[in-house]
């Protein structure tokens, strides 16, 4: 399941680069583009969502594992201390409509 014109299935599929962090068996890790904070991870199903809520209800095991990937990145690259968000809608500042976390942390693990 993908999009055509979407970003993110394009980086998934290899043909935009992305610095990787990590992967699981139903989602991947790299690092945003434009980072807000010291740590900016975003964490991306690999089936193309349109938000969080949509992949909730579509793929319960991608949900679980995305957040469980997500709370793997923030442990092995901050104190312990970060934020796990998912900006749904235009109105919340989503700008890519293939559904995302975004892991951010500013205190990394020395
Ligand atoms: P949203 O605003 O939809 O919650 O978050 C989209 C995020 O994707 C933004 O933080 C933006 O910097 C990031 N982003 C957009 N295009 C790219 C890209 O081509 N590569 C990477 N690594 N991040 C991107
Ligand atoms: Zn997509």
Redesign the pocket.
């Known amino acids: 399941m993908t999009n055509q014109d979407c970003?993110?299935c394009k980086?998934i599929s290899g043909d935009?680069p992305?610095?990787l962090v990590a992967e699981s068996e139903h989602a991947i890790a790299?690092?945003?583009?434009?980072?807000?904070q010291a740590i900016?991870v975003?964490v991306v199903p690999r089936e193309h969502h349109s938000n969080i809520a949509e992949l909730a209800f579509a793929n319960e095991a991608a949900l679980v594992d995305l957040i469980r990937l997500g709370s793997k990145v923030a442990d092995e690259l901050s104190t312990g201390s970060f934020r796990f968000?998912?900006?749904t809608g235009v109105d919340a500042?989503?700008?890519?409509?293939h559904a995302?976390g975004?892991v951010t942390s500013k205190t990394p693990k020395a």
């Open positions: 970003i993110f980086i935009i992305a610095t790299f690092n945003d583009i434009n980072p807000q900016h975003l968000t998912f900006n500042g989503q700008t890519v409509f995302h975004h």
